[in-house]
C-alpha cells in the first residue's frame, strides 16, 4: 500500500475525475482538442509542427503494434464494418456516380445540339 500524502491523493483523485468525465463526454473531448488543435495550428505554427514530428515518431515506431490492432478490430467487427461500407456506397459513392452519370450524358446531348 503506498503512503500518499494529502496533495497525492487528492491528484490522483483528480486524474480518475478527468478520466471519468472524459468517457462520459467523448463529444466535448473532441470538440474541445479539435479546438484546442486549430489555435495552435493558427497561432504557434512551430508548436504544431513539433506535435506532427511526435505522432510521425510515435507512429513510425509502433506501426507493428498498430497493424496488429487494426487486424485484432477488423477480425472482431468483421460483419458492421461491411455493412458499414455497403451504406457509404449506397448513400455516398452511388449517388455521386449516378450525378456525374447525368451530368456526362447533359453535357454530351448540349454538344450534340450544337454540332
Request: charged letters at 35%; aromatic letters at 8%.
Amino acid at each position: 500500500m503506498e503512503n500518499l500524502t494529502p496533495a497525492e491523493k487528492h491528484y490522483k483523485n483528480h486524474l480518475k475525475a478527468v478520466s471519468n468525465y472524459q468517457k462520459r463526454n467523448p463529444d466535448k473531448v473532441h470538440e474541445k482538442n479539435t479546438r484546442h488543435y486549430l489555435k495552435v495550428k493558427n497561432e504557434n505554427v512551430e508548436l504544431y509542427n513539433n506535435i506532427l514530428e511526435q505522432k510521425k515518431i510515435y507512429y513510425n515506431n509502433n506501426k507493428d503494434v498498430n497493424a496488429e490492432k487494426r487486424k485484432q478490430y477488423y477480425l472482431e467487427h468483421k460483419d458492421d464494418i461491411k455493412d458499414k461500407k455497403k451504406l457509404y456506397y449506397i448513400n455516398v459513392v452511388k449517388p455521386k456516380l449516378e450525378l456525374k452519370k447525368k451530368l456526362l450524358l447533359n453535357l454530351n446531348n448540349d454538344n450534340n445540339i450544337e454540332t
